[in-house]
């Protein structure tokens, strides 16, 4: 663990600095994305579904922070692990729910992860 995170230090800049940042994020060398990502700061819900090995559990209604977007996906902050495969209904600035699917799920800290997550179609 590093030292930032075993003396508490925060795990993201501020949260003006946070909010602050917007448009395209700018990209490395080595980028292989096809779209391009965008800051995309807000708080948003999600409605996560139960790991199909979990039948009879209820979908779960959580609040996010997602941090930016691209044509495909996004990626946000959640309290909970999440894994590859588990399906997402993710609200945007209250629209309907987007269908999302967990591509990958990274533990900054105790009780806090980075999710990366890509849009999908209607099961």
Known sequence: MSSAAQQGAPLIESMDDFFDR?????TSFD??????RFYFRSCA????????KRPGAAPAQKFVLTC???????RMLHNEQLFPGQRLDIVLNGQPP????????KRLAPGRYAVGCRFTTEA
Do not use: Y
């Open 31 to 36: 980028d292989v994305r096809r779209f391009a």
């Open 45 to 52: 819900e999600a409605i996560i579904h139960p790991l199909a």
């Open 68 to 74: 930016d977007l691209s044509r495909t996906g996004l």
């Open 22 to 26: 917007t448009g395209p994020i700018p």
């Open 98 to 105: 987007r269908p999302t699917e967990v591509v990958w799920c």
